[in-house]
């Protein structure tokens, strides 16, 4: 006698065309309100939707939470924001999408534009430097922080904790490439839910947040069917509304003009970001520096370091270096005025393919959540994303608390590591500030960051060292 076959997943029938499974307006204000708090690289960022999706307005479950959040893992740009258009499509179809993936960038373009202007304007005022400092020691609690949120949903079995660890290990130790560790953590995975599938059970009781059912159920499945005419219409839209900006760029300022330049590299560069922001800015800083001579080294870490203190992706510092590139690359164009007009045309190509992935792969994915091999790889890379945030932690850590480094190379093991005797101690105590207000009073990620700020700004006019 044959065993019945498992039943199909919910098919969410509230999301079809002209239906919202939550109000249009309440979401734009949530997804505006969460684009306020996006801190801290997308650890930060990724428990800050955590907190206000899953646990507070309980609009997604949190197992569909983490299988868009695998998926976006696999492509190339910021998961955090493509999560973002993911879920934004989910509850309110391709406008929710769009809505929510603008509003996550916006605050972040708008302020590393301002302090853009105010890096060329006053780029050596102590009390502008003494705010980033405290900022940056600050994000050091929000990262660990979302370190541990995401850490107890991920982690529901002792394997996936081993995985977390080897992939930590892996990119800390040893550097390994990151492509490399996501198709190793997906094979595990794989391995594991095949072999062993008592680790595919749900996470333990004590990292599920009790409350209603939420809007969008774990075994609901998106009513949008996908279907060769749609992913045309929408690659073929896609493709024309990303290149139409740089192609209007090339014909009125020339095909060599800086800002043509920034538009075609940055351009590539937005196909080929596997691995997260630092994976990437390497790749940038060399270019940047040594091949078009936009910025100086030191001004590249100044960029990255505004860019972690700032609100939405660390992939945003590419609006500091093209706006100094064409500030003093100008052409014909006023030199604030290029700046400014770089600093939008870079962000269009960075993060217009980040929609198109969403709004063409969405579908099929959604098709593919019962698939019990595929879930099984994609819970191995949610582990390895555990690892991965733990490696940014570490690396933000090593770079805000010290001033000099190291590496260490033995065979196999390449390791950055601080020179103790190098300590920020102003930086150390801010953070531990930060850590206090977080863990211990559970302060706001905004409030935060304000005291932490103007800790920072104290510091600046005593003399205490903010080097």
Request: with cysteine; hydrophobic share 55%.
């Amino acid at each position: 006698m044959t065993s019945a076959s498992p039943p199909p997943p919910v098919v969410d029938a509230a999301r079809v065309p002209g239906r919202d499974l939550v109000p249009l307006g309440e979401a734009t204000a949530a997804w505006f309100k969460i684009s306020l708090q996006t801190f801290g690289g997308p650890a930060g960022q990724i428990a800050v939707m955590q907190r206000a999706l899953v646990d507070e307005k309980r609009w997604i479950g949190q197992q569909r939470f983490l299988y868009a959040l695998n998926y976006c893992m696999l492509l190339p740009g910021p998961e955090a924001q493509q999560l973002a258009v993911y879920v934004g499509w989910l509850l309110n179809g391709t406008i929710g999408g769009l809505i929510a993936g603008t509003l996550f960038v916006l605050p972040g373009l708008v302020a590393l534009l301002a302090l853009s202007a105010l890096y060329v304007a006053y780029g050596t005022a102590s009390a502008v430097t003494g705010i980033f400092v405290g900022l940056a020691a600050a994000v050091l609690a929000v990262v660990v922080q979302a370190l541990i949120r995401v850490g107890r949903r991920a982690l529901g079995h002792r394997a996936w904790i081993v995985l977390a660890a080897a992939a930590f290990i892996a990119l800390a130790v040893f550097r390994v490439a990151f492509p490399i560790v996501v198709a190793v953590a997906a094979g595990a995975g794989w391995l594991l839910g095949r072999y062993a599938p008592a680790t595919r059970q749900p996470v333990a009781p004590a990292a599920t947040a009790d409350g209603p059912a939420p809007v969008i159920a774990d075994d609901a499945l998106h009513g949008e069917r996908p279907t060769a005419r749609r992913a045309a219409v929408v690659l073929i839209i896609g493709l024309l509304v990303w290149t139409a900006p740089l192609i209007v760029v090339a014909l009125l300022t020339g095909r060599h003009s800086t800002l043509t330049t920034e538009g075609v590299f940055f351009s590539g560069t937005a196909l080929v970001t596997f691995g997260g922001a630092y994976a990437v800015l390497s790749f940038v800083a060399q270019r940047a520096v040594e091949a078009y001579h936009w910025v100086t080294a030191r001004e590249m870490v100044r960029g990255l370091g505004l860019a972690e203190t700032t609100p939405g992706p660390l992939i945003m510092v590419v609006v500091f270096v093209a706006f100094l590139g064409a500030y003093r690359q100008p052409g014909s164009l006023d030199p604030w005025a290029a700046g400014v007009i770089a600093g939008l045309l870079i962000t269009w190509a960075t993060f217009v393919p980040c929609f198109i992935f969403i709004f063409l792969g969405a579908p099929y994915v959604e098709r593919l959540r019962d698939n019990k091999a595929l879930g099984s790889a994609l819970a191995g890379i949610t582990a390895a994303v555990v690892g991965v945030i733990a490696n940014l932690a570490f690396y933000f850590a090593v770079h805000t608390l010290f001033r000099d480094t190291h590496t260490i190379t033995n065979g196999p093991v390449d390791m950055v590591v601080p020179d103790l005797g190098t300590l920020r101690p102003v930086s150390a105590g801010i953070a531990v500030v930060a850590a206090v207000l977080t863990f211990r009073f559970k302060w706001s990620v905004l409030r935060t960051l304000a005291v932490c700020a103007l800790l920072g700004l104290i510091a600046s006019f005593t003399s205490l060292s903010l080097a």
